[in-house]
């Protein structure tokens, strides 16, 4: 006999033709929820609040897939919501969704809609769990605000600010210990200005240092060793490597050098030619 814990498995390792295939029903407020849906009590009275939260004239939109028996070798098919939607008359979402990777564990999407589009903070939920795993903010169907990311633990893993859509502003990333593990700069959407990483956990020490500009790296990129010391110096134009490479051992010392044209390795020779000092 299989559970639903795992259903999952199951289903992952069956054929394309025996994925589970969703439909969608629909219930109003005031009425039965529909015996093709719900099962149990325990079903009944997760659905009853949002029923009863509903607006005049709205709806709950429900999809639900059925596993056939003969994926899972249980007696019968399994049956289970997989989405549950608030919708106006005109069936436009409108309200809160909640999505299921599996109806009897905790959901792994909650999400607002008006008139049609997300509005509100939609939330994201790491697998059979109720910690979050990451806080969008939504405005008429826009990211507006900053958009959260979490480790398991419940740390901020990351920050994201958005204007418009867009990412805007200085973005970051953070350790599971909740040290700063890196910040970039965006401007419409597109990297630019330093973006700089740190060593896990180290406090303030720089790993690498990448400019951007319109998205593109161009400048000089280096990395460090956590004493601080130079590890390489890579300098970029348009998105290419364009310059003199550098790489240097732990004790600071110059080890190589590599010429490169426009994403192109050169002999310092060529290099030099072309660029005299």
Not at 250 to 268: C, K, N, Q, T, Y
Request: hydrophobic letters at 35%.
């Amino acid at each position: 006999m299989i559970t639903f814990g795992c259903l999952l498995a199951v289903v992952g390792m069956a054929s394309v033709a025996d994925e589970p295939k969703p439909d969608v029903g629909f219930v109003a407020k005031g009425e039965t929820l529909p015996n093709a849906v719900v099962t149990s009590d325990g079903d009944v009275n997760r659905l009853k609040p949002l029923l009863e939260s509903l607006p005049d004239g709205h709806r709950l939109e429900l999809e639900f897939v059925t596993v056939p028996k003969a994926v899972t070798n249980y007696k019968d098919d399994l049956r289970y919501a997989r989405r549950v939607t608030a919708v106006d008359a005109a069936g436009k979402p409108d309200g809160l969704e909640i999505e299921f990777h599996n109806w009897y564990q905790p959901p792994i999407r909650k999400t607002t809609y008006k008139h049609g589009v997300r509005d509100g903070v939609e939330e994201l939920f790491h697998p059979s769990t109720d910690q979050k795993q990451s806080e969008i903010p939504w405005k008429a169907g826009q990211i507006e605000g900053v958009k959260k990311t979490y480790h398991v633990n419940g740390v901020v893993a990351g920050e994201t600010p958005y204007v418009g859509g867009k990412t805007q502003g200085e973005a970051r990333a953070f350790t599971a210990k909740g040290a700063l593990l890196r910040k970039v700069r965006f401007v419409d959407g597109k990297r630019d200005g330093e973006s700089v990483d740190y060593w896990p956990d180290s406090g303030d020490k720089i790993d690498r240092v990448i400019p951007y500009r319109k998205g593109m790296v161009d400048g000089v990129s280096r990395s460090f060793y956590l004493d601080g010391k130079p590890k390489w110096e890579k300098p970029f134009r348009n998105n290419l490597q364009h310059g003199i490479e550098k790489q240097f051992a732990p004790d600071g010392m110059l080890e190589r050098e590599r010429h490169w044209i426009d994403g192109d390795a050169v002999s310092a020779e060529e290099f030099q030619a072309k660029y005299k000092p």
